[in-house]
């Protein structure tokens, strides 16, 4: 007998050990379609929800639990009836950590803390050994806190990488380094 896939053998021993409670594997390409829509209409199906201040960040597989656990409270600590919508892929790290407004708050009111609510969540991230940007890079929005979270060397060494791959300064002008 064939052994079962690694990733079957990891989710089974969770369920197992009680680390997963529940857990749904894709039993043929139309079933991996469709979670994939479920995944890729998340933010489309936050819309309707007002205001949302997104992340896309990255921590130690083994803290993803305790980060979102304690992500969660702080944001609602910061923003009483706010609400963490994570999700993405928790199994390596990766979590795509938005907040809703609270219900039948004020959009702009909520969006104008975008900043206090990024230092909240930096921080934890932070703090568990994590990155501020995970699979979208730091773009536009994170460029100014790239100097906070990188020391000087990292930031040099992303410059000379940039630098040799972009001698002409064509790519991105102006984004990030």
Not at 50 to 69: L, N, Q, R, T, Y
Not at 113 to 129: D, K, P, Q, S
Request: aromatic residues 6%; hydrophobic residues 45%.
């Amino acid at each position: 007998m064939t052994p079962a896939p690694r990733w079957n053998r990891s989710w089974r021993k969770g369920l197992e050990d009680g680390i997963v409670d529940d857990a749904v594997i894709a039993a043929n390409l139309s079933q991996r379609a469709a979670f994939w829509k479920l995944r890729d209409e998340m933010s489309a199906a936050q819309k309707p929800e007002g205001g949302s201040i997104k992340h896309d960040i990255s921590v130690p597989v083994a803290a993803v639990p305790d980060f979102i656990e304690e992500a969660n409270a702080a944001v609602v600590k910061l923003i009483p009836g706010a609400r963490p919508v994570p999700f993405g892929h928790l199994g390596d790290g990766n979590i795509h950590y938005n907040v809703s407004q609270p219900v039948g708050g004020d959009a702009a009111d909520f969006l104008a803390r975008w900043h206090e609510v990024n230092a909240v969540v930096f921080a934890i991230v932070l703090r568990m050994g994590g990155s501020i940007s995970a699979e979208h890079g730091i773009g536009v929005l994170k460029r100014d806190e790239l100097p906070d979270v990188k020391d000087k060397v990292a930031i040099e060494l992303m410059r000379g990488i940039k630098a040799m791959l972009d001698p002409l300064g064509i790519m991105n002008p102006g984004k990030v380094l």
